[in-house]
């Protein structure tokens, strides 16, 4: 069942065209990661789904509801994490969290508390004495107390610590297990990497590639590690790249395709240790920006 749906959305500003034809789906139950670098598009791609802004040509849907007309019925099932929340100052963290949480009436008895308990927020104290990262958490409680069927999250852990992180991991890994949905933009690959089960890369407002970790692992190098008895050139063979010698050690890239038949040439030359590790979404992320020429 499709939770969520963009179909060939366009967004222009004048000349500038912020998204050309981006299409995503996100399924019920699924975790679905939204990365690429500020300005490609993420944010614009949001506030479309969330009705704050409208697209120029194509078709967003949440519920199979037209995320521009139907936004008021559309905000009754789903929970919103900015990246930069502002909170109003001379409220305190638990009145705030209450006043969200009221505004959709769909709470999970006792977890208001609970969640208070584990992102470690102080609730008594007005949130103009906050830390970015304690408003930060002022969000995420609020979001992860409703039994919201789609979350929103667009860089919900910017400013949290590496503890708090892994308690947001945790309720996205919860949510998860109760059938709900995310969708999560973030530029913390090692975070999309351990939570989605999908994802989709923009670049300059175009989905330049989308599937599973593993369909996407395709795309990339495995780093290989190793030291022979006799010793090894690499200079000139295919699919091998970016080779760096520290002593007896070589360290290299290898084109997936490729990995078998370097292996086998390696191994003609007395394998004395060896080390392989997949790609990792970081190294995917790179692969495509730096192929592209950008920075």
């Not at 009705?51 to 007309?69: C, P, S, V, Y």
């Not at 505004?103 to 609970?114: A, F, T």
């Not at 295919?238 to 086998?264: H, M, P, T």
Request: glycine content about 8%; charged content about 30%; aromatic content about 6%.
């Amino acid at each position: 069942m499709t939770v969520l749906r963009v179909e060939n959305v366009t967004k222009r500003f004048g000349n500038f065209v912020a998204l050309d034809k981006i299409n995503l789906e996100v399924k019920k139950g699924e975790v679905y990661g939204f990365i690429g670098p500020n300005g490609a598009g993420k944010t614009t791609t949001i506030r479309i789904l969330l009705g704050i802004l409208k697209a120029t040509e194509g078709r967003a849907e949440i519920f199979g509801l037209d995320a521009w007309n139907e936004a008021v019925k559309i905000h009754q099932n789903i929970a919103y994490v900015p990246g930069d929340v502002n909170l109003w100052p001379n409220l305190t963290g638990g009145e705030v969290i209450d006043l969200f949480v009221s505004l959709r009436g769909n709470v999970v008895k006792n977890r208001r508390d609970e969640l208070i308990d584990r992102f470690d927020l102080d609730p008594t104290k007005k949130c103009g004495t906050y830390s970015k990262g304690n408003r930060q958490k002022v969000a995420l409680i609020a979001a992860f107390a409703q039994n919201a069927d789609l979350y929103i999250l667009d860089e919900p852990t910017s400013g949290l610590d590496p503890l708090m992180e892994r308690v947001f991991q945790e309720c996205i890994r919860e949510v998860k297990d109760e059938g709900k949905s995310v969708l999560l933009s973030s530029h913390i690959l090692s975070e999309v990497e351990k939570l989605c089960d999908k994802v989709s890369i923009i670049r300059q407002g175009k989905i330049i590639e989308s599937g599973t970790i593993k369909e996407l692992r395709h795309l990339t190098r495995t780093n290989v590690k190793v030291v022979t008895k006799q010793p090894l050139s690499l200079t000139d063979i295919k699919g091998v790249y970016d080779i760096q010698a520290v002593e007896d050690e070589i360290s290299f890239q290898v084109d997936n395709e490729r990995l078998g038949e370097v292996i086998k040439y390696i191994s003609e030359y007395e394998i004395l240790a060896l080390e392989s590790k997949p790609p990792t979404l970081e190294d995917l992320f790179m692969h495509h920006y730096q192929e592209r020429g950008d920075d």
